[in-house]
């Protein structure tokens, strides 16, 4: 008999998820039946399993707080420094 599980069903031969259908014997099903831990499924053969729909969080607004860092290192607004001396530094003459 094709079942839907309403609460977790698991042996050491098998597992069913909450809304998940599975096929039991007879006797087992109507004991799931009667306990309330199942109902039963009509079966037209076309072997669709149904679903829950997975509840989605509420969207949060955007909260307050730091701005983003700025990246490291020079970049399109900081030239790089030339390193040692170069035609922009001339020798200091010594005497």
């Given amino acids: 008999m094709k079942l839907e599980m309403r609460t977790l069903y698991a042996t050491s031969e098998r597992s069913v998820q909450p809304g998940q259908q599975a096929v039991f014997p ?28 997975v509840p989605q969080p509420p969207k949060r607004a955007a909260r ?8 490291e290192g020079p970049g399109p607004a900081d030239p790089p420094t030339p390193e040692g001396p170069g035609p922009a530094d001339p020798p200091t003459p010594t005497e």
């Fill in 26 to 53: 007879r006797e087992e099903a109507e004991a799931l039946i009667a306990g309330g831990f199942a109902v039963p499924v009509d079966d037209d053969g076309e072997g669709k399993v149904r679903t829950r729909p």
């Fill in 64 to 71: 307050g707080g730091k701005p983003p860092a700025a990246p």
